[in-house]
């Protein structure tokens, strides 16, 4: 459907007053430090060692940082709201992959030349954006940042039923946090254009939302499978999770009624990345 500059314009407006609401908030609620807010000193060295791999897997993909920014920042350049929203989001999610190898090396349970040959694993491959469109980036960083707050909400609830490590609990809460804070940012900008291009956005949610897979474990990372059975056996995440507790959810959120996704149920392909 066509729309005029102007309402065009009114969008980006009101995309600027949503990141400066978001940002105004995130400086007032959510800023952390790694140094300071997480108690190290209380790491459980003696945790369970498969629940440390999926932190591992976690922090791999938060590695790919650089891909992430990079590659969206073209597609939204002209949009201040959400370019600058995206500066903002590379320094929240640089510090979470900073916390997750810190406390890997801190608990013991990964070792500097581990940590390194990690690095060198991730930055052999690159990962490319899932989408051609700007409306499904929106639709698929919103999906994903509510997944991926799950991920990290059900690693913490196992990491505190096989023994509990308070750094670790901590890390994770403050982590999950910022990724509920991107995905409500996110769900507000889907919903601007659900009210001034519905058609349009909606192909894109039944686009995204009905295929949905998280980037980088799925296909960069060279263990891949095992760390996706790992995850799963863990309870973490899985397909039927993502439609229980994202897919439906976002509808609801949304406002929009199953009947526009076509009445497809969502291929429950989706796996985990961790990241936000």
């Known amino acids: 459907m066509s729309r005029s500059t102007d309402e065009w314009l009114e969008v980006e407006r009101s995309f600027w007053r949503l990141y400066r609401d978001f940002f105004d908030k995130a400086e007032k609620r959510r800023r952390w430090s790694i140094r300071e807010d997480i108690p190290w000193d209380q790491c459980n060295q003696n945790l369970d060692p498969a629940l440390a791999d999926v932190v591992e897997s976690f922090c791999a993909v938060e590695l790919y940082l650089p ?3 990079s590659k969206i920042l073209p597609v939204v350049r002209s949009s201040r709201g959400r370019t600058w929203f995206y500066a903002n989001w590379g320094y929240e999610e640089s510090k979470h992959s900073l916390a997750l190898g810190d406390w890997l090396l801190r ?25 051609d469109n700007h409306l499904g980036m929106l639709a698929y960083a919103m999906t994903q940042e509510l997944a991926t707050w799950l991920n990290y909400r059900n690693l913490r609830r196992r990491a505190e039923a096989g023994g509990g490590d308070p750094a670790l609990a901590k890390l994770l ?11 409500e940012f996110f769900k507000e900008c889907v919903q601007l254009y659900l009210k ?6 909606l192909e894109q949610l039944r686009r995204v939302m009905n295929n949905f897979a998280m980037p980088a474990i799925h296909d960069l990372l060279s263990d891949s499978r095992r760390r996706v059975a790992q995850v799963k056996s863990l309870e973490i995440f899985s397909e039927d999770m993502y439609y229980r507790e994202v897919y439906l959810p976002i509808l609801e ?6 009947g526009e996704m076509r009445n497809r149920l969502p291929n429950r392909t989706a796996v985990p990345r961790g990241s936000g």
């Open 107 to 131: 608990s013991g349970q990964r070792t500097d030349e581990q940590m390194a040959d990690l690095e060198a694993m991730v930055f052999q491959h690159e990962w490319n954006l899932p989408h």
């Open 196 to 201: 001034y291009d519905r058609p349009a956005m």
């Open 253 to 258: 959120a949304l406002g929009v009624d199953r």
């Open 67 to 69: 891909d992430y920014t």
């Open 173 to 183: 809460m403050l982590v999950a946090v910022d990724e509920k804070a991107h995905y």
